[in-house]
């Protein structure tokens, strides 16, 4: 059985910064892409960062988010930092039961129950 857990999330001010971390069970990392996304009130869950050998991060986030893995300890993580009020938002980890990634929520076949991420003003 598959199972992925978020955590770190929390309330920071503007300009802070977050590391999330998803620990992985039942795949390993070597065998599956996979991806961060996050969902705000009313909006659509969107693609935030994928990785398979390499990282690849939304042009929303470049230059602030950083996507890296762990694969003896089977975790991911997102490092994100000068956060802006608008990343506030649940963040969930997904991972696809092939080695790809990809910016399209579909093609993921695991997710986590997200943690959510609020940035004020």
């Known amino acids: 059985q598959v199972q992925l857990v978020e955590s770190g999330g929390q309330l920071v001010q503007a300009g802070g910064s977050l590391r999330l971390s998803c620990a992985v069970s039942?795949?390993?990392?070597?065998?599956?892409?996979m991806g961060w996304f996050r969902q705000a009130p009313g909006k659509e869950r969107e693609f935030v960062a994928a990785?398979?050998?390499?990282?690849v991060i939304a042009d929303s986030v470049k230059g602030r988010f950083t996507i890296s893995k762990d694969n003896a300890k089977n975790m991911v993580y997102l490092q994100m930092n000068s956060l802006k009020p608008e990343d506030t938002a649940v963040y969930y980890c997904?991972?696809?039961?092939?080695?790809?990634?990809?910016?399209?929520?579909?093609?993921?076949?695991?997710w986590g129950q997200g943690t959510q991420v609020t940035v004020s003003s």
């Open positions: 997904a991972a696809a039961a092939k080695f790809v990634w990809s910016s399209s929520r579909y093609d993921y076949d695991y």
């Open positions: 039942g795949r390993t990392l070597s065998s599956s892409g």
């Open positions: 990785i398979t050998r390499s990282g």
